[in-house]
């Protein structure tokens, strides 16, 4: 019987071995893989206010937040250095505003966010924002906003009722019309080598909010997927609390054999790819490539609970070599991790 790439991740979610190895994108280049799969899953984000661009090529949030692309995230867009706009947490009721959200039309935005998607083949995986941690990093940088964490807990925790209120709101008016397949909670709470805050604090202050979103979730019975990226293994018990069953991109500076000997196919990896290392370099060898997407379903494809997702960094100035690097993973993949579980038995 032949079934979808939906139907085989749905599979893996539910704890269940997969036919094959589900795979993730995060490659760059549409066009590298010859046999054209479905992705699994797309996100689902309603656009109800749009970033403005910038002269630079950057582009403005709905608060004022300035952003820059940089080779170095691989094109993705953090903010601009120095040019915060908020400097004094007590002091957020006077910068931080949210759009208004009356008037709304929200069966048509749950429409707009969905139209990319073919339901038939591909999951949906609807998400808000980018996470209160982050939002709090976004709108004073990690010095003074690591500060503020640490010196007025009650004064973040106000602009984290106010932010949560929002988007609560429209996680709410959104989900029924748009009936995902997995509801997404972002937040990078997390360097390469240890969270940014410590777990007490996480459970205090960033956790209760990590929650009334997986709750929405929770309430349907839809599975919540977690991106988190750095060493944050040290929270996954609290994930699991408000619904985590996915968590990407499960970096391998985290105890991952340890977490997948212990979690089982309850928590399902996607990632564990060395991205920071040889293989994600876009001048690697190609059989260095080849044997990293192998090691990599080897050690954690068994019994399921993994879904493969690769990625690049750096920058794109050799585009030729870039362009071979992720064909080199697309077609290892395609020719070992699709037929896993057949050699497997």
Known sequence: ??????????????????????????????????????????GAFPALFPPKPTDNGGRVDMFGVEYEATDSTGGLALPMPNKFILDDITKWRDVIKVPSLEGID?????????????????????????????????????????????????????????????????????????????????????????????????????????????????????????????????????????????????????????????????LILTGCWDSQGPPGWPGTEEEVVRQAVRDCIDTYAPGGGFCFWASLYGSKENEAQARKHAFWITDEYNKYGRTFYQKQG
């Open 106 to 266: 929200w069966e048509a935005v749950a429409k707009k966010a969905v139209e990319h998607i073919d339901r038939r083949d591909t999951c949906v995986d609807m998400g808000t924002h980018v996470g209160y941690f982050q939002h709090l990093m976004n709108f004073m940088g990690f010095t003074e906003g690591l500060c503020a964490l640490q010196e007025e807990p009650e004064e973040v925790m106000a602009l984290y009722d106010y932010l949560a209120d929002f988007y609560d709101t429209i996680a709410l008016n959104l989900i029924d019309y748009i009936k995902p397949d997995f509801f997404g909670i972002t937040d990078d709470t997390a360097t390469a080598r240890s969270p940014f805050i410590s777990v007490e604090m996480y459970k205090d202050i960033v956790k209760p909010y990590h929650a009334r979103l997986g709750k929405i979730a929770q309430d349907r019975g839809i599975p919540v997927e977690m991106h988190n990226c750095g060493r944050c293994e040290d929270v996954i018990d609290d994930w699991i609390e408000f619904g985590v069953k996915i968590w990407n991109p499960a970096q391998i500076m985290n105890d991952l054999v340890g977490i997948k000997k212990k979690y089982g196919n309850s």
């Open 1 to 42: 019987m032949t079934i979808t790439e939906k139907e085989n991740l749905l599979r893996l979610v539910s704890g269940q071995e997969p036919a094959w190895v589900p795979r993730k994108g995060m490659i760059p280049y549409a066009d590298v893989d010859p046999e054209h799969h479905s992705p699994p899953s797309k």
